[in-house]
């Protein structure tokens, strides 16, 4: 790590500018309560306190031969979000204050007992916010368990509901803190719930996506989990979340319940002639254009009949309709003949759910999750745009033909025999385990294996059609050897920031100082943005200090120019990117160095299970967060050249090919 003064002055004045106008995403009409001088104090001596003693509870915990990082996080989370809270002055009425103090009482009491090797909090009864260390950022993140009060007869794993919040401007971890951790189960309660904080407002995507998964995983491995049984539910945005994550992990869940929310994104957020970048770029996150993988989970969706936001289950309706699903009317209840969906309308309901449609969806759930998650499903009807969701039931989509194009699998189990039929797939990946053969656009391949052989065959589909895959071939597909876009490192440059990354700038003597100078505010812009709206804090390193086990672990986040950076100098060439003193020349534009710069990414070089990316953060920001959360889509594609000047301006964007080039 290292010092980087300029950016650390920036960034200061960039969160004081923030801090004075109004807390995130509250509208500027909300009044915000300014603690008093006393108050602050008292906030202030309280972290201190509190970080002495998780000093002392890690000390503890590595004498006697823990590791503990996951343990500590459940009372370092406390002290984590008072921090915040006075970082970002989030108290929106003064009992705020009153919640603060009472995490970080909690947060005292928890290290307290760490130092003495107790977790009593761990299986309490009711709600219990932890927290767990993310991936992406090395933050801590916090989510709330309700254990219920009646466990599985057997002792054995639980079903476990994923509840996603509605957008609320007043949110900040000290009210989720002080909102769950004591919450009482509720009468009737059998399962787990998770209450996930998604790192604030942005429907669960990107970095709020990780966080679902991420928190479900911590839940995982502190409790019994029965993984056939996860229920995924969310209304408002929370509803958006859950068409998003529902419809694009479709094997995850049991069952999915969206209410309200939005599925479709032009409409929703009043788009006026987008491009056909951006139109493609929409097919990464608009749930209606997944609407076919209903037929590979149960979903609910649900709408208040006087509720603008009842559009986002009719727009999944109207596209099964449209891929000739047919539908039963009965009232207020239309089910899909075929596929298990239903939309279920709240009679004369605005925004919110009636008790009748709430007793519906709860059957809806329970009958679906007695019976679990179907891992071998007879049926598979599957489309994808992107590698960033390939995957449903035995079946891995590992090569696109062409990404933003629709991909489909339709396969049925027929007897010993998989029948798979696929568009615009390259590479696929077929688990052994359900049939003997498998027949691929009508070409027959045996899948049982040899002994030692993995679990899955894979093939590769050629001009003379598909072909088995040796074990050298697998491990070349795998490890990515041909750099060409793959599952987890497709792109766009968004996808970057929803994996662990490093931020990475440049000690040398730029080639082109202007442009080092906008690199750097890109930076500065970047670090502030990123704390303030996905709750984490960058790591920075200088490009000299960069070991070869940052560059196996992270996306390598690159900031500077050929002179000022030496990882964009020497992985320039092998990325199809010319850039001196004098000219920047990629994908065929040459353009003048002196105000003009790249900003893309790529399969790194050095490590293709990784991104590179070059000079920018996530291409939204503080607009698009205090907007909808449906402006969050990708603002730039694979690539893109600026020009540098009072209003920087993009001359040049596109999409690298399948091969990255």
Known sequence: MT???????????????????????VPESARLYTPTQAERATIEEKIAELGRALDVARARREAAGFDGADAVADAEIAHKVAVWALKFQEFFDAR????????????????????????????????????????????????????????????????LDVVLHGRDARLSEVRFFDAHDGE?????????????????????????????????????????????????????????????????????????????????????????DPSETTRKLLRIYDAVDYARNAYNVPVAGYGGEVDPQAQASLNILEALQAQGVAMETKGLVTTAVGPDFRRIVGKGMGH???????????????????????RLPRRIRFVTYTLKYPEVGWLKILRLGQHYVPATLDADLQ?????????????????????????LDGREFPLPGEAGESAEAVFRRG?????????????????????????????????????????????????????CEWAEARLVRFAAEWERWMRGT?????????????????????????????????LAPEIGLTWNADECQLRGGVYPAQDHAPVLIQANPRNPLRYVVINTGPTFGAREFQGTNALLYPHLPDFAVFRIGPSEQVVAEGFFDEQWK
């Open 3 to 25: 010092s980087w003064t300029t950016i650390a002055a920036g960034l200061v004045m960039l969160l004081a500018i923030g801090s004075t106008a109004h807390a995130w995403q």
């Open 96 to 159: 705020d204050v009153g919640r603060t103090l009472r995490v970080l009482d909690k947060g005292l009491d928890r290290a307290r007992a760490l130092a003495e090797g107790r977790r009593p909090w761990a299986w309490a009864e009711g709600g219990t916010v932890r927290g767990y260390r993310s991936r992406i950022d090395g933050s801590v993140q916090p989510y709330a368990v309700v254990l219920p009060k009646v466990q599985e007869p057997d002792g054995g794993p639980s079903r």
């Open 184 to 272: 009482p189960a509720a009468d009737g309660q059998t399962s787990m719930v998770l209450h996930v904080y998604g790192r604030g407002n942005n429907a669960f995507r990107w970095a709020g996506e990780t966080d679902v998964l991420e928190a479900i995983r911590a839940v995982r491995i502190i409790y019994r989990v029965d993984s056939r049984r996860i229920v995924l539910r969310g209304f408002s945005m929370g509803g958006a979340g859950a068409w998003h994550l529902g419809l694009h992990h479709p094997s995850r869940w049991s069952s999915v319940e969206a209410g309200a929310g939005f599925t479709e994104t032009i409409r929703y957020a009043k788009l006026v």
């Open 352 to 374: 919110a759910v009636d008790k009748d449609s709430a007793a519906q969806l709860k059957a809806f759930h329970d009958e679906r999750a007695a019976r679990g998650s179907d």
């Open 415 to 439: 007897g010993d025999v998989a029948d798979v039929k696929t568009k615009n797939v390259a590479v696929l990946s077929v688990v052994r385990r359900p049939a003997e053969t498998v027949r």
């Open 463 to 515: 001009r003379d059609g598909w072909r088995p895959l040796d074990a050298e071939q697998v491990r070349g597909v795998k490890t990515n050897i041909a750099r060409v876009k793959h599952p987890g490192v497709q792109g766009p440059i968004d996808d970057a920031f929803t994996d662990a990354f490093l931020c990475i700038r440049g000690t040398g003597r730029p080639a082109n100082p202007r442009v």
């Open 538 to 570: 960058l790591t920075i390193k200088n490009d000299v200090d960069v070991t070869a086990q940052d560059v196996a672990n992270h996306n390598l986040i690159l900031f500077g120019d050929t002179g000022a950076n030496s990882w964009i100098r020497d």
